[in-house]
């Protein structure tokens, strides 16, 4: 390498920061789903462990979700915005092509000349933003990261689609990943099926819809928008059978075993999932497991920093607590790594 290029220097450690989340404003309990999709408060409790979600209102848009958690995590990490060199956004549901989010959030944030870019991993996603935060920091290629994971999934929703109409929400969570004394964020456990790609998807790309639109203007027909659909069963199998290897492997490359867990958070897709997960990896009574799908419903991206905000506000965990984090959902991907827990905002 040339003697004039100047090399970043590696520092020892990454660790979470700080936390914070946005929920919006509006609580959707079951009783205002069951009608269009036929189905019952009960049956959606059983069969996702779901009693109510927040969907975002107009205002509430994936930028402003995103930079309200920001401020929340750049707070709880007692640091200004200058601090970041870099923002990594987790989303499936920005409806437009480019700018990214995150570069629209750094702007929002006041963050001049600050790397940003957004990631597209499904429910995934945080956990794959995490891990690219995390080696920013350790190569010295950045002081403070910014990782976000945000949904408006209501946007993409049929609202009388039974497989979908009930599971997804909306909401924000985001975290500071920055230099620390002792390692607080362990080598990430990760992976995707792209054979598995219908399970999970949007039914039709925007080229399909927008030829469907032009068949149907000249010939004064109708056609539908593009929607969220989702195999449930296909997803169950695959999580049950093959996420209990995705752990272990997280586990193993941080040293950890469950038994020495406090906390366990994974995405919260489906209580039956994590229920399974539980059972399969021998979880101990006396690791707190998240469960904020009851009243968040599955936010996809935006699922484990919010999952994690919820132990800390409620007291079930603790700043400095040792956290097992994994997601996974559509690609099929998933992504796992332990974490020290942050602070959180007040």
């Known amino acids: 390498m040339p003697a004039h290029i100047a090399t970043a220097t590696p520092v020892a450690h990454a660790a979470l920061l700080g936390l914070g989340v946005y929920r919006p404003r509006r609580i959707v309990p079951n009783a205002e789903i069951i009608e ?11 069969r996702s462990g779901i009693a109510s979600r927040r969907w975002a209102d107009d205002g ?23 601090a970041v060199d870099a923002v990594i956004l987790a989303t499936s549901s920005q409806m437009v092509l480019g700018p990214s989010a995150g570069a629209v959030v750094a702007d929002t944030l006041g963050m001049h000349d600050t790397a940003a870019f957004d ?12 891990a690219n935060a995390a080696n920013l920091v350790r190569a010295g290629q950045a002081r403070n990261v910014l990782v976000i994971g945000v949904e408006r999934l209501s946007d993409l ?29 362990g080598p990430v456990a990760w992976g995707s099926d792209g054979s598995q790609t219908a399970a999970i998807k949007q039914d039709k790309d925007f080229q399909q819809y927008f030829a469907e639109v032009a068949a149907a203007e000249a010939s004064a027909g109708t056609t539908v928008r593009p929607y969220i659909r989702m195999n449930g069963t296909a997803v169950f199998r695959w999580a049950v059978t093959f996420l209990e290897k995705a752990c272990r492997d997280a586990l193993d490359l941080a040293g950890v075993t469950v038994d020495q867990l406090d906390a366990f958070v994974p995405h919260q897709a489906n209580i039956r999932i994590t229920e399974a997960l539980i059972k399969a990896l021998h979880v101990p009574d006396s690791v707190v497991v998240a469960r904020d ?54």
């Open 293 to 346: 799908i009851a009243e968040t419903g599955n936010t996809s991206a935006a699922s484990i920093p919010m999952a994690m905000e919820e132990l800390l506000r409620t007291g079930a965990a603790r700043p400095g607590d040792t956290a097992l984090l994994l997601g996974f959902g559509a690609g099929l991907a998933y992504a796992g790594q332990v974490v020290t827990l942050p602070a959180i905002a007040k």
């Open 119 to 130: 990631v597209s991993a499904g429910c995934a996603g945080f956990c794959y933003a995490l």
């Open 157 to 185: 929703l049929d609202t009388s689609d039974r497989t979908c109409a009930f599971i997804f929400a909306d909401g924000a969570g985001a975290a500071i990943v920055g230099r620390a004394e002792q390692e607080g964020i």
């Open 36 to 46: 269009r999709i036929d189905s019952s408060d009960e049956w959606i409790r059983s």
């Open 60 to 82: 509430e848009t994936i930028v402003s979700m995103s930079a309200e958690a920001a401020r929340g995590a750049l707070a709880a990490a007692n640091l200004g915005a200058e």
